[in-house]
């Protein structure tokens, strides 16, 4: 007889532990149904504040600010700039884009941490089109491609990249790009 039951109760002791998430989740509801008119009024607050952000943001890729920004970033990183040079901006479908050339100088793990925040933690939309190292006497030379990016129609919010700049191939950090 137990034999009978037993795959039952495994099916039971299932389902109450489902039972008991959707009850928790059900009381999750219930709170934020109380909390309604709070919520709305911060999201309200939230949406005006967005859209405030985004007449501040400019449609046009500003060179002077460009150029001020990256070398803050480098000067962070403990990384002496030497040069930067900027193509003609484009108009391409929904955006505008800048290439850039820059030449900086520094430790090797200054400049791969320079490099690394270029492609993932800075808050400039820039994306790493080329790089091509250099080191002599512990000092090491980069020259790297760039390329920024504006959206006119302001689609994007303030620090983000766009999606065409986000890859899934390739590796996770500079250093790992120069070892064999």
């Not at 389902?15 to 989740?25: D, I, N, P």
């Not at 967005?50 to 046009?60: L, V």
Request: aromatic letters at 8%.
């Amino acid at each position: 007889m137990t034999y009978l039951f037993l795959p039952q109760w495994a099916t039971l002791q299932a389902q109450s532990q489902e039972l008991t998430k959707r009850e928790a989740y059900y009381q999750k509801l219930q709170e934020a149904q109380s909390n309604l008119p709070q919520l709305q009024k911060e999201a309200q607050g939230l949406q005006s504040k967005m859209q405030q952000q985004s007449t501040q943001m400019h449609g046009k890729l500003d060179n002077a600010q460009l150029l001020v920004d990256l070398y803050v970033l480098a000067k962070q990183e403990g990384v002496n700039p030497q040069s930067l040079t900027f193509d003609s901006v484009q108009n391409i479908e929904s955006y505008q884009e800048i290439n850039m050339s820059f030449t900086c100088e520094g430790s090797p793990a200054s400049v791969l941490t320079l490099i690394q925040n270029l492609q993932q933690g800075s808050s400039l939309r820039v994306a790493v089109r080329g790089v091509n190292l250099s080191t002599q006497k512990g000092v090491m030379k980069a020259e790297l491609k760039l390329a920024a990016y504006s959206s006119p129609s302001s689609s994007l919010t303030p620090g983000t990249k766009p999606a065409f700049m986000k890859s899934s191939f390739g590796v996770d950090s500079p250093a790992k790009m120069f070892t064999p």
